[in-house]
């Protein structure tokens, strides 16, 4: 496994009304890992990303970044805030600007960047993501998917080492939700390190290459997704269900349909485990 870039240890945090939304979590992002974070409604996954982030205090434990405990000095959260990139679920809670240029502007301006390095950081930000010949637009006028991919390039034009990203294809159609993987999958290749919280099992499954489950504030499970997803019982005391591909290859392998051996993470996986289908099946009995 490669080098840790970001961890928490031991975290702790309750909201001001008394509710517990961690307790003594510990978890490990190395360099480079696309890292799934699972669980449902309250489980405190976007708790977890504002530490991460740098938005918000522990009351206890501390996050890591690079090895280095960060500290509640000036200088220690801004290198976080600024290596460690924040996407909110809700679109309309990040964008403010009256553009859709100078909302990925807003950034690197309060980098301190000239004028020259905005500029390139901003168009090479929108063209990752498919939006600069939209740069000039008002961001209300924008579609959904727009919105999301918008908040991604205003986090990608500061260059974060690490990418959080909160349920960022919920309440996408089929289309969008291709697009902002494409926009991912660019982004892993690039060496970016990407940690996506998500209800959507299925997604975890094929995507990631580390699952961690939290339920109620803790980390109940952690590892690789096929060792995750071993632990039916787990996942459901979760609140979450075993991915389709993962319950379909079960259901073949109790039938005899395919053997053992790697278990598929998406369904062109799946589909090479089957036997060749027998000529002549599938034809009516008067066919020759």
């Not at 580390?210 to 339920?215: E, Q």
């Not at 993962?246 to 062109?268: C, K, M, T």
Request: charged share 20%; glycine share 10%.
């Amino acid at each position: 496994m490669r080098e840790p870039v970001l961890e928490a240890v031991d975290l702790c945090y309750a909201y001001p009304d008394g509710t517990v939304a961690l307790e003594n979590l510990s978890l490990t992002i190395p360099a480079g890992a696309k890292v799934a974070l699972l669980g449902a409604n309250g489980a405190g996954k976007t708790t977890l990303f504002l530490l991460l982030a740098g938005l918000a205090r522990p009351a206890a434990g501390e996050i890591r970044f690079r090895g280095a405990a960060v500290g509640r000095n000036r200088r220690e959260l801004l290198l976080l805030r600024r290596s460690v990139g924040l996407v909110f679920q809700d679109p309309e809670a990040q964008i403010f600007a009256p553009t859709v240029w100078e909302e990925v502007a807003f950034g690197p301006v309060n980098q301190g960047l000239d004028w020259a390095a905005v500029e390139s950081r901003v168009r090479a930000a929108l063209e990752r993501v498919d939006l600069w010949e939209l740069r000039e637009k008002a961001p209300h006028f924008l579609s959904y998917g727009q919105k999301k991919r918008l908040c991604v390039a205003s986090v990608l034009a500061m260059e974060p080492a690490v990418l959080l990203l909160d349920e960022i294809t919920a309440g996408l159609d089929p289309c969008q939700t291709e697009r902002m993987l494409a926009v991912l999958v660019a982004e892993h290749g690039s060496g970016r390190t990407l940690v996506l919280a998500t209800q959507d099992v299925d997604l975890a499954y094929a995507w990631a290459n580390i699952v961690y489950v939290l339920d109620g504030g803790a980390l109940v499970a952690g590892g690789a997704p096929e060792a995750v997803f071993a632990d039916a019982a787990l996942v459901r005391r979760a609140g979450l269900r075993l991915p389709v591909v993962l319950s379909f290859y079960q259901a073949l392998r109790e039938r005899g349909l395919v053997a053992g051996g790697r278990v598929p993470r998406d369904l062109a996986a799946l589909v090479a485990l089957l036997p060749p289908v027998a000529a002549g099946v599938g034809e009516g009995r008067g066919g020759r």
